[in-house]
């Protein structure tokens, strides 16, 4: 079954457009190394919560959105290969990140139920 890394970040509001360009370049590079499919959301409907949510999970600032971004690889193998040598790639070892790495929060991810994604 399939393996997925999921992130979230809190974006200034500003850098939309910088963070898109980011993101496209970050995708061509994981796809170029075994990654099936990259998704990145800009959010529209995250609200605040009151012991928890994703706005305070990345201690979202009052002029930032909170972006959900998930890679979609065939296997952790294929991930742990494929992370390792996206790492190792001058277009993401020398890109200015266009968030504050520190407040993201991310992880690998086993899946044990997909539906598949329908139009």
């Known amino acids: 079954m399939n393996y997925i890394d ?32 990259v ?3 800009w959010g529209d409907e995250v609200p605040e919560g009151k012991l928890t949510s994703f706005p305070m ?12 971004s998930w890679i979609t690889w065939p ?15 001058p277009r993401l070892k ?3 990140m266009p968030f504050d790495g520190k407040r993201m929060i991310y992880g690998g991810f086993q899946v044990i139920v997909d539906t598949g994604a329908k139009a």
């Open 57 to 68: 999970a990345v201690q979202r600032k009052p002029d930032e959105t909170v972006v959900f």
């Open 94 to 96: 020398n890109m200015d």
């Open 75 to 89: 296997s952790k193998a294929v991930h742990e290969a494929g992370m390792n040598k996206a790492m190792e790639d």
């Open 39 to 41: 998704v990145e959301c």
């Open 6 to 37: 999921g992130f979230v970040v809190a974006v200034a509001t500003a850098n939309k457009e910088s963070y898109r360009r980011h993101a496209e370049t970050a995708a061509r590079v994981f796809m170029e190394n075994g990654a099936l499919q």
